[in-house]
């Protein structure tokens, strides 16, 4: 078997080793039933349990207030950036963005499909290096929901200070999922896809108030609709069983390696090892983003020129440390460092980085 890489992709993403080990180990037999995990029906008792284990772990992890419920939901964060206006937009009212980023945007183009839509901040002028603070946010009139991403995947930005606002609060938390604590007063609902922090893709995980389930639109179809998963305990039909299984192992591992307090500790370390490099090149390796607002978990750089990047991903591949080019809409080198990344990982591209700048002087 090939080595393990270093595996700095944005998502799907370096997972943690002991829960991809488990899920080996039991894939043909799990919990002597004679069949995979996948091959049981979602109405047994064997997977009900790691369902409702999961259920209650992502609760436990978040520190999530009884007023608020959890459900798993098939087709990942970009489903949620329709199903978001198509239970909470009513009509003649508005949804407000915080347009911070190309993720962002995008929530805001889909959500224009069902209604009018307007940006409460625009990071455009600033070509996404900051984020918004938390007075920034200019709101009309019968807005329904501010809605926020708190780290931009692409733009490498990471939101430091909550709104301040009297609108309910609606945030895509993707990519900075299982770092962070959340501040649940503010919040009516929150999402984000499992492919970073939480497991492998094909599934949402969406926090709701429950309070605001009576008042989602009903005249939508059934999967669309929150209050149906909710009622269904996210069994409304067949759900993502093997990504909601391994999400439980990563769970497992989230809380028995210190939880998010410690998962957040983590990445400020391993993201300040990459930053102190950028910063210590000699303005070789560059981050565009304005010190505070540079995201932990997704570190942009640009080098010198194309040609450099080209090589220096090139050369980092040869060395298994894959991953690195920057999305295809703003190019450059991007580091995702998420959970399961190992400090050895970090130091490994750090020493690299040191080395090609080394040996490709300008
Ligand atoms: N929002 C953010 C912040 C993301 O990073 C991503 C994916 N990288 C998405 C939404 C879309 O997620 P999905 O691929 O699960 O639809």
Request: aromatic share 10%.
């Amino acid at each position: 078997m090939a080595e393990r890489a270093y595996n700095f992709g944005a998502g799907p993403c370096t997972l943690p080793l002991e829960a991809l080990e488990e899920a080996q180990a039991e894939f043909l037999d799990f919990q002597n039933t004679g069949m995979s995990v996948i091959e049981l029906s979602h109405r047994s008792s064997e997977y009900d349990a790691v369902h409702v284990e999961a259920l209650e772990l992502i609760k436990e992890i978040y520190h999530t207030p009884d007023d608020f419920d959890v459900l798993f939901i098939q087709g990942g964060a970009t489903m949620q950036f329709s199903m978001v206006p198509m239970n909470l937009m009513h009509p003649g009212k508005k949804a407000a963005f915080s347009a911070c980023g190309a993720w962002a945007n995008k929530a805001m183009k889909e959500s224009k499909i069902f209604g009018d839509v307007y940006a409460a901040w625009d990071g455009k002028s600033c070509k996404y290096t900051r984020m918004p603070m938390s007075n920034d946010y200019d709101l009309q009139d019968n807005t329904s929901y501010l809605h926020i991403t708190s780290n931009e995947t692409i733009d490498g930005v990471r939101m430091i200070e909550w709104p301040e606002v009297d609108v309910p609060l609606v945030g895509d938390m993707s990519s900075d999922f299982l770092t962070r604590p959340i501040p649940w007063e503010k919040f009516d609902l929150i999402y984000g896809g499992a492919q970073k922090n939480c497991g492998p893709s094909g599934l949402a995980i969406v926090f709701v108030k429950k309070a605001i389930l009576e008042n989602t639109r009903k005249d939508i179809g059934s999967y669309f609709r929150y209050d149906l998963h909710q009622r269904n305990k996210s069994l409304l039909n067949t759900p993502a069983i093997f990504p909601i299984y391994l999400m439980n192992k990563v769970l497992k591992w989230v809380k028995g390696n210190g939880g998010i307090e410690k998962m957040g500790e983590m990445a400020e370390q391993k993201a300040n090892l990459i930053y102190q490099t950028i910063d210590n090149s000699d303005n070789y390796y560059l981050c565009p983003v304005e010190k505070k607002f540079r995201s932990i978990m997704n570190i942009v750089f640009r080098l010198p020129n194309e040609e450099l990047e080209a090589k220096f991903i090139s050369e980092a591949t040869a060395n298994r440390i894959i991953g690195l080019k920057g999305h295809r809409v703003v190019g450059g080198c991007r580091a995702s460092c998420y959970n399961a990344m190992t400090v050895e990982a970090v130091n490994k591209l750090v020493s690299f980085m040191n080395a090609f700048r080394a040996s490709n002087s300008i």
